[in-house]
């Protein structure tokens, strides 16, 4: 496994955010948009379980490097 391209699921039961260590840019907008799910000096540092699967969602899609996905439970 690549140190610096890690691969990683988090997921609160509806939605599953993936988060792609090696695309990240470190633009915070997942931070400045959902506070209370991407806390970066947290271990995990993503927790889904404290926001809506509409709010991660919207959140997600502002991610501009794709280092965040997210994909429904079906």
């Not at 391209?5 to 840019?25: A, D, F, L, P, R």
């Not at 379980?49 to 969602?57: K, Q």
């Amino acid at each position: 496994m690549d140190a610096n391209n890690v691969k990683k699921e988090y997921s609160n039961g509806e939605v599953t955010i993936v988060w792609q260590s090696g695309k990240c840019i470190h633009a915070a907008q997942c931070v400045k948009n959902n506070p209370a799910v991407f806390k970066p000096k947290e271990k995990p540092w993503i927790h889904p379980e404290n926001s809506t699967t509409e709010a991660i969602v919207e959140t997600v899609k502002k991610c501009p490097s794709g280092a965040l996905t997210y994909y429904l439970k079906s």
